[in-house]
């Protein structure tokens, strides 16, 4: 079993830039793929990014495509979400999850097994 913690949210301006990390402990993330979710008051939690395990493979939900980037380091057990030209529709509580190897791609919550305990970002207009 993995456990999973988010950093690097917070407030931040329009158009700005923020970069979330996600570290894992009690086994390394290299038995999973990484993604990261997201949930605003009122709405389901929705699908950011998601990347295989050997960072060949990555993907991303239309609303965030060519403005934020998925990236993993094996080394360091952590995955991050750099987000650049943020939008207040941004605005949510950011998870990180983790999915067995054969599940690289989905996109729905329930195919992911672990989840981090969520980290605010909010952006201003």
């Known amino acids: 079993q993995v456990e999973l913690v988010e950093a690097g949210g917070g407030l931040v301006q329009a158009g700005g830039s923020l970069r979330l990390s996600c570290g894992a402990s009690?086994?390394?993330?290299?038995?999973?793929?990484l993604a990261w979710f997201r949930q605003a008051p009122g709405n389901e939690r929705e699908f950011v990014a998601s990347?295989?395990?050997?960072?060949?493979?990555?993907y991303y939900a239309d609303s965030v495509k060519g403005r934020f980037t998925i990236s993993r380091d094996n080394a360091k057990d952590t995955v991050y979400l750099q987000m650049n030209g943020l939008k207040p529709e941004d605005t949510a509580v950011y998870y990180c999850a983790a999915a067995p190897l054969w599940a690289i791609g989905r996109r729905r919550a329930r195919d992911y097994d672990y989840w981090g305990q969520g980290i605010q970002v909010t952006v201003s207009s």
């Open positions: 009690r086994r390394s993330i290299n038995s999973y793929n």
């Open positions: 990347i295989g395990g050997s960072t060949v493979f990555s």
